[in-house]
């Protein structure tokens, strides 16, 4: 069994994190980072081949590692089984203020966190407010609606893993036909579709 498990680390200056050889994804909140031997930029998002991670600034970083057993100190894990081959994807979703995401489903697992702005998640009957660096996980096929809570806008990063036919293609599906043909308010920034299989 897979999971996908996510950590949050505050580095300081020249510290390292060894990945092994768990692939995965890193987002830099804060400062500067290294991954897979190139920079990171706060705001940026990088694959994770394994390895080392380096804070080249004092750095907030969030990490998604792909594993066989979530580790007791994890921030957020979730199963990430699929059959067939799969894909790693990371991006931003941008929402502006009153955003809503309609009721829909993924092609695959994940696990989101906010990175500016209040959000809200209703799924399986339950409601969840976030707050900023809050994680949730979405198992993919289970409905969710979402939307930005208060007055300003909302953004959240999110890794899932997908099948591998979707590189370069969505994973959202709306549940009724009125709400797909509805304008959206969200905006989609891809910065890794890696496949992990073969």
Do not use: N
């Amino acid at each position: 069994m897979a999971f996908l498990q996510l950590h949050t680390h505050h580095l300081a200056a020249g510290a390292t994190i060894d990945a092994g050889a768990d692939r995965g994804a890193v987002h830099v909140v804060e400062g500067a980072a290294t991954v897979g031997g190139r920079p990171v930029a706060a705001g940026e998002t990088a694959f994770l081949p394994g390895g080392a991670i380096g804070a080249a600034d004092d750095a907030l970083l969030l990490v998604w590692t792909l594993v066989t057993a979530p580790a007791a100190d994890a921030t957020l894990a979730g199963p990430a089984d699929l059959d067939g081959p799969r894909l790693l994807r990371a991006d931003r979703v941008d929402f502006p203020p009153g955003g809503v995401a309609y009721l829909h489903t993924h092609q695959g697992p994940g696990v989101r966190v906010l990175v500016e702005g209040r959000f809200a998640v209703e799924t399986g009957g339950s409601r969840q407010s976030i707050e900023r660096l809050g994680a949730w996980y979405e198992a993919g096929p289970e409905p969710v609606y979402a939307e930005v809570v208060g007055d300003g806008p909302a953004a959240f990063v999110r890794v899932m893993v997908l099948p591998a036919s979707l590189l370069g293609q969505s994973s959202i599906r709306y549940v009724s036909d009125e709400d797909r043909e509805r304008p959206k308010s969200q905006r989609y920034t891809v910065s890794v579709d890696e496949p992990l299989d073969g």
